[in-house]
């Protein structure tokens, strides 16, 4: 419509923008790795995840960074396919743990065919992944995403024992949260730098960018879950209510639950016992215990690490671009 305004754009479409000549070559080599010339169901189920419009964030956090550090070679282009086929395979494998039905606002891929076609499909793109990061000739990146591959698979198995008991604290919460989700992210920048070259300190400084950023987003996520929208986090309200998981607002009420309110947290999460109306008083109980703003007040701390270590990183205006995005993980809670 003429005269309307736009939108201004947010970090990391600017970033996407940027580097929109290195998407492009990630995105083409991304479709013709996930091709199967004897078995049609891989591109059939990985499309479904690598097409819904998921934002690429991590693959384009390794282009960031390798292009912070002056790179021109063409392998950025590779370890960024990397991290997004390993993202990838760990949602593939998350939906069937989670017994989840909806991924980036779509259905999941085991709900649209089955749990056996989603775990092959991610190991595909596992081994995927690794035949991308050996093309590199680096054996430092090689270790880096291998060790990041493991700990992420670490931290989902911890998340098995640890999602449901109590006894969970903060501690053991933030290194479900360094496995699982900020692995990857550190892991991403971390090898951005290394492919370029770039000065240790500088490698360092970007793995805690990434590690920092990480942790930040999935705090944000575990909130979202209990006061965003469908829309805004492509899936659905309350999920880790119900999948009884320990994420840091309930576990920030738990710490300071009166008996019946840790009665009711017992019954909902360590016996599985839900009933209609729980997760509002779920949601009720942490808003008595400030545990929501708690949660919001630690995201931000881990921003603030996150655009502290981007300071001992070489000037650049995709420099800027990451700081503006650590602001805009926390920015996406009211």
């Known amino acids: ?8 754009k947010g970090p990391q479409d600017r970033l996407a923008d940027w580097l929109a000549e290195d998407m492009i070559a990630v995105n083409r080599l991304i479709r013709e790795r996930m091709a199967s010339e004897h078995a049609p169901r891989i591109p059939e189920v990985t499309a479904h995840l ?7 964030l991590r693959p384009l956090l390794t282009l960031a960074a390798a ?5 021109d070679g ?5 370890l960024a396919a990397t991290v997004e086929f390993i993202h990838t395979a760990t949602l593939l494998h998350d939906d069937v743990v989670d017994e989840s039905q909806r991924r980036r606002g779509r259905p999941t891929a085991n709900l649209l065919w089955d749990n056996k076609s989603s775990v092959l499909v991610g190991d595909y793109l596992f081994s995927r992944s690794f035949q991308l990061m050996v093309e590199t000739g680096s054996l430092r990146v090689m270790d880096i995403l291998a060790n990041a591959s493991a700990t992420i698979a670490e931290g989902e198995v911890l ?8 006894r969970t604290d903060e501690r053991v919460y933030l290194q479900v949260v360094r496995g699982k989700t900020a692995a990857l992210f550190s892991a991403a920048t971390e090898v951005g730098g290394v492919i370029a070259g770039a000065d240790e300190a500088v490698v360092r400084a970007l793995f805690d960018y990434g590690d920092a950023l990480g942790v930040a987003f999935q705090i944000v996520d575990d909130l979202l879950d209990y006061g965003g929208t469908d829309a805004a986090i492509g899936k659905n309200t309350g999920d880790d209510f119900r999948e ?11 710490a300071g639950a009166s008996a019946e309110e840790r009665a009711f947290w017992v019954r909902v999460i360590e ?6 109306g729980d997760l509002a008083q779920a949601q009720a109980i942490m808003a008595r215990h400030g545990s929501m703003t708690a949660a919001r007040d630690d995201a931000l701390a881990w921003v603030a690490k996150a655009r502290a270590a981007l300071e001992r990183v070489p000037e650049h205006p995709l420099r800027d671009m990451l700081a503006d995005l650590a602001d805009y993980v926390v920015a996406r809670v009211n």
Do not use: F, N, S
């Not at 292009?67 to 790179?71: A, E, H, P, V």
């Not at 063409?74 to 590779?78: A, D, F, N, Q, T």
């Open 1 to 8: 419509m003429d005269g309307a305004v736009q939108k201004p």
């Open 50 to 56: 690598v097409e819904a419009g998921g934002k690429r």
């Open 67 to 71: 292009r912070i550090c002056g790179y």
């Open 74 to 78: 063409p392998y950025h282009v590779h």
């Open 159 to 166: 998340q098995l024992t640890a999602a449901q008991d109590l």
């Open 244 to 254: 009884r998981k320990l994420t840091l607002p309930v576990i920030k009420a738990v």
């Open 271 to 276: 016996k599985g016992d839900q009933r209609e």
